[in-house]
């Protein structure tokens, strides 16, 4: 459901604006319909970080009926920007607990924005996109607060997976022939 959601939201809200979606999450904000917090990329490698706002269509009069409702099929009118800051202006994410599983989290540009995702897994997420973003194209380490760090940047253990797959199957072959070296033969047969 997401792939296609952000396949949508790229084609009607990003595209026409020559930006590419890079990661959204929804959040919860107290205004009608769904919201969603994203963060594009230019083709300038610029960073902008919004709030989308997508509204169910609202039924409107058919042409020369008073009685007779239609729904609006333009998508288009769905999807607004509300709020957009670079990347660059964001001066600090605040997880506001990192031992309590809270998806709430503020962003510190001018001004305080706090963001209720809708799980402290979409939270993480969309800082770990935001993190790697800005090491690629700000060339800055983004300034995070009250975070895991083992959620945000994973250590080389886990970072390079194909090594340690290799280093654990050579394990396990050698901890077989070591097994295997202890069995007594029987001379018997």
Known sequence: ????????????????????????????????????????????????????????????????????????????????????WPLHDLILVDGRDPDVDDPCFLLHFDTVRTVTAVSCSAKYTFVRALFVLSEQHCQRSLNLRNFDWAYIKPTSFYSNRGDCVVLTQICFYAFNLVCLSMCPVPLDA
């Open 1 to 84: 459901m997401s792939s296609l959601l952000k396949e949508e939201m790229q084609r009607v809200l990003f595209r026409p604006e020559k930006l590419r979606l890079a990661e959204f999450i929804e959040i919860e904000e107290p205004t009608d319909g769904r919201h969603f917090l994203c963060v594009s990329v230019s083709k300038n490698k610029v960073v902008q970080l919004c709030i989308v706002r997508c509204q169910a269509s609202q039924p409107s009069l058919k042409p020369g009926s008073k009685e007779s409702h239609t729904m609006r099929s333009s998508i288009q009118e769905c999807y607004r920007r509300t709020e957009v």
